[in-house]
Structure formats: structure tokens, C-alpha cells
């Protein structure tokens, strides 16, 4: 049985940092993309970030470039996302996804190209 699940989630003040945690189990993680998604009150989920399956591409979403980073640890099954500069439109529930195809591919923000979901974690920026 796969699980995904997200942790360190909370409440920031503008301009603060938050790390994000995910850790699969029950699949072959480093088979897999990995994508951090989110999804902000009455609005669609959003693409946030992918990382290929051996770490070494990267992809971000505009309105994060420069401020956040993806990042994978396989021998732990942990996924990251380190945010600094938080604003308050970073305000989101953040999903954790994993990709079977094992790459991030020129969709990678479409949320319906991932295999597995996280319960995902609440980010609150404050101003």
C-alpha cells in the first residue's frame, strides 16, 4: 500500500523560511518524479516544482523561481521543499505527488499526470 505524507507546515511571518517534508513508502521511490503542488482557498491546484528521479533536474513554477528549492533524498524516501522569502500569497495547502514515469515531463504541472497523493500540509504567510 502506497503512502505519501507531508510534514512541517505552519504558520511563517513574511519574508521567513519553511521546509517542507514528504516520505513515501510502499514504492520504489527513486522510480519515481517527484512534484510539490498547491492549492490556495477557491483556487485550482498549482504546480509548484518537480524533480526527476535522480535529482539532477529541477523545475519551478514562476511565481517561486529564486525562492524556492526542490531537492530528494532517495536512501530516506524524503522528498523537500525549502521556501525562503515567503509572501502571503504563498498561502496554500502544499500536496506532495509522485510521477510512475520517473521524469518531469513538459506537463509536469498538471496535477492529473501524478500517480500518488500526499493528505498535504498547510502553509500560512503572515503580513
Known amino acids: 500500500q502506497v503512502q505519501v505524507v507531508e510534514s512541517g507546515g505552519g504558520l511563517v511571518q513574511a519574508g521567513g523560511s519553511l521546509r517542507l517534508s514528504c516520505t513515501a513508502s510502499g514504492l520504489t521511490f527513486d522510480d519515481y518524479a517527484m512534484g510539490w503542488f498547491r492549492q490556495a482557498p477557491g483556487k485550482e491546484r498549482e504546480g509548484v516544482s518537480c524533480i526527476g528521479w535522480s535529482g539532477s533536474s529541477t523545475y519551478y513554477a514562476d511565481s517561486v523561481k529564486g525562492r524556492f528549492t526542490i531537492s530528494r533524498d532517495n536512501a530516506k524516501n524524503t522528498l523537500y521543499l525549502q521556501m525562503n522569502s515567503l509572501k502571503p500569497e504563498d498561502t496554500a495547502i502544499y500536496y506532495c505527488?509522485?510521477?510512475?514515469?520517473?521524469?518531469?515531463?513538459?506537463?509536469?504541472?498538471?496535477?492529473?499526470?501524478?500517480?500518488?497523493w500526499g493528505q498535504g500540509a498547510q502553509v500560512t504567510v503572515s503580513s
Open positions: 505527488a509522485a510521477d510512475a514515469r520517473g521524469y518531469c515531463s513538459r506537463s509536469w504541472t498538471n496535477m492529473y499526470g501524478y500517480d500518488y
